[in-house]
């Protein structure tokens, strides 16, 4: 499949994506009124949230074996009939039991959608735009809970509760059609062993864990009890895992230092969204005394931040890597949420909204660098595993996050309100004890992304290297290509770079800027267009000689050019190759007659430099020697024949005896 191809299956996969996010948090302004419909207590209804997430999170366990066992096409339709048949359910759901059944249902498409999309990114998107691709997803799984509060809030106040399941009902069902044409299966699958034990150890454990948090500020003792139980089995389970010839998460990306301290990096983002979207309104109604419908619209202003700076810090990831893209944004997230609790005392809205806005900017500069950093360290057999992993640490923040920090928020309303403190100011004291321990959690953030955003760096540098040398074993580059390529400095002038073209006699070389990343190509028909007055895209020397004599300026131009700096003339959007790339992939980007030379990068580094004839005499080598394969193979296999016949033969005199 091509990427022309490629394009309209990943749209689709990042509107699933999208509508299941959204789903999460459709139901968080309707609690009130399916408390009163339904007549049950408030902390049984908070089940549809958070029992929601964790089968989420069950689900995400089990996609490395899903996506091993079924193909992508099968687990996208399944995905949408789960969403499609609870959101359905939950329209007409007569008992509240039977709601949540309907809810827990639309959680197994949830917990399909986000890895297979992320899972798709990963197979399909170029390595050096890997950021900007996943960039785009992380935008859909944090814009889809945002949006829900403010939707929904308008569906409920004018056409009741069960509205709010209509909408990713059709959304679902649309986008399922117009994946019968768009989705494509490009994984591979294989037989493979579901490990019932696993599942039950993950479901168990999760929701222990969870449910001891929720509960720790009201009954210690619960709550402690609760969490020994989560981590004993979730312990049991991780070490099931490492006995189990086909586990159910592959942990082994675990083992790689740099996936591994990515991880926690995401967990603190996460947690930072999911808590800020519950804590947010909880402040503007219960402080401010804001509308349900105003306080989800005062959250969509910092939202729309957050996604700007979320494509804003996909393309400097792929431009200049963790450093110190990780660490401004962690900081800036210290910063907010620390205001934040400063402010919030005085019970004024601008300075929260300004607050809040810094904090999503700075989930947006680090939420999606932080799962590139950790997953491009992977070999690309690890990316479905590492996908699992990096998913499951998302999903069990979305869980932690709002109860740990709501828990702090009731505690210190509850205490407060004892003291004879006025409602409001006990919501804002509550709000700003919540909003400082999640700044904690950011100030540990930032300490950690220094040093592996450094630590990395220095790493890809080479210490302090100026010129990274040429990478070795590079798959095209040992088959086709020149590992050792010329290049020149993008704040080089012309005359460097035609001393560079006439000392290695050739016709065109990569243009670096001073981290040896391909910023332009210049050529020698680039040279002769500026002193031909740039009539033609291409021209031949002769006619480019002519043009010259004709208008007699050439002792005019010469020296001016001579002086030029050399990205004035150079091609600035460079075809680039993976070092990895097939050589099927460089026939057809070397098939455009206009290009005669491609860069080989790797990590988004020049690495070599593959040609037109360096493809022609590879191929022509290959299709010399493939009669002498064939030959050698067909003689083996006769030897073998031959072998077998005399065996028999021997076989068939010794019983004669």
């Known amino acids: 499949m091509n990427k022309k191809n490629q394009l309209p299956m990943l749209a689709v996969l990042y509107g699933a994506a999208f509508v299941a996010a959204f789903n999460e948090n459709i139901v968080n302004v309707a609690l009130v009124d399916i408390i009163a419909a339904f007549s049950v207590d408030p902390g049984l209804a908070q089940w549809l949230v958070t029992g929601y997430m964790i089968v989420t999170a069950i689900v995400v366990a089990c996609m490395a074996y899903l996506s091993r066992r079924f193909t992508l096409r099968t687990l996208f339709f399944i995905g949408s009939a789960f969403l499609v048949a609870g959101s359905a359910a939950c329209l007409v759901a007569p008992t509240f039991p039977l709601l949540l059944a309907f809810r827990l249902l639309q959680a197994v498409g949830t917990g399909i959608f986000i890895p297979l999309m992320m899972t798709s990114v990963l197979a399909v998107a170029p390595k050096q735009r890997l950021g900007t691709y996943l960039s785009i997803g992380s935008c859909c ?54 490990d019932a ?82 804590l947010l309104p909880l402040y503007y109604q219960g402080s401010l005394e804001a509308s349900a419908l105003v306080a989800g619209l005062l959250i969509l202003v910092p939202v729309l931040v957050n996604s700007a700076t979320a494509i804003f810090g996909g393309r400097i990831m792929d431009r200049i890597g963790a450093w110190p893209l990780l660490p401004i944004g962690f900081g800036i997230i210290a910063i907010g949420q620390i205001g934040i609790a400063f402010v919030s005392m005085e019970a004024a809205l601008v300075p929260v909204l300004a607050g ?70 006990a919501q804002a004291a509550g709000f700003s004890s919540a909003v400082f321990a999640a700044a904690v959690c950011a100030v540990i953030g930032f300490l950690v992304s220094v040093y592996y955003a450094r630590k990395g760096a220095l790493e890809s540098s080479g210490g302090n290297q100026t010129a990274p040398a040429p990478v070795q074993n590079a798959s095209i580059l040992s088959l086709i290509g020149k590992a050792d390529a010329y290049r020149v400095s993008s704040s080089a002038t012309v005359l460097e770079a035609v001393d560079t073209l006439v000392k290695t006699q050739t016709g065109g070389i990569p243009v670096v800027d001073p981290r040896n990343e391909v910023v332009g190509f210049i050529t020698d028909g680039d040279i002769m267009r500026y002193l031909a007055g740039g009539e033609r895209k291409a021209m031949d020397p002769l006619y480019a000689y002519m043009s010259i004599a004709e208008r007699g300026e050439l002792a005019q131009r010469v020296p001016k050019l001579l002086s030029t700096n050399v990205m004035e003339l150079a091609t600035k959007k460079v075809i680039c190759i993976e070092k990895d790339a097939s050589v099927e992939n460089v026939c057809l980007a070397l098939s455009d007659p206009r290009i005669k ?25 290959e299709f010399a020697e493939l009669p002498k394969r064939v030959a050698f193979d067909d003689a083996r296999a006769m030897r073998a024949q031959a072998s077998g016949s005399n065996r028999e033969k021997a076989a068939s005199l010794s019983e004669t005896a």
């Open 197 to 278: 034990p696993s599942v039950a150890l993950a479901a168990i454990g999760l929701t222990a864990f969870v449910y001891g948090l929720s509960s720790f500020t009201s009954d210690i003792v619960v709550g402690f009890a609760g969490l020994i139980v989560g981590v004993a089995i979730i312990a049991a389970f991780a070490l099931r895992q490492k006995k189990l010839d086909d586990p159910l998460i592959d942990l082994s990306p675990l083992a790689n230092p740099r996936f591994a301290l990515a991880c926690p990096l995401v967990i603190v983002a996460m947690m930072t969204t999911f808590s800020m979207s519950v």
């Open 141 to 194: 799984i944090t814009l889809g809970p945002a949006f829900a509060p403010v939707v929904s809030g308008l569906m409920v106040t004018y056409l009741g509760w069960r509205s709010v399941f209509l909408l990713p009902t059709v959304a679902i069902a649309v986008i399922a059609i117009v994946g019968i044409f768009a989705v494509k299966n490009i994984l591979e699958t294989k037989r493979a062993a579901l």
């Open 597 to 621: 030379k491609l860069p080989v990068v790797a990590d988004g580094k020049l690495a070599g430099t593959v040609s037109r004839s360096d493809l022609v005499r590879y191929l022509l080598s």
């Open 356 to 425: 809040s806005v810094l904090v999503y900017a700075g989930v947006g500069l680090i939420f999606s660098p932080s799962q590139t950093a950790g997953l491009a360290s992977l070999d690309r057999s690890q990316n479905g595993n590492g996908v699992t992993i990096m998913n499951l640490f998302i999903q069990i923040a979305a869980c932690v996050g709002p109860a740990l920090f709501v828990g702090i928020f009731s505690t210190r309303v509850g205490a407060e309100t004892q003291a004879g403190t006025a409602p409001a100011l």
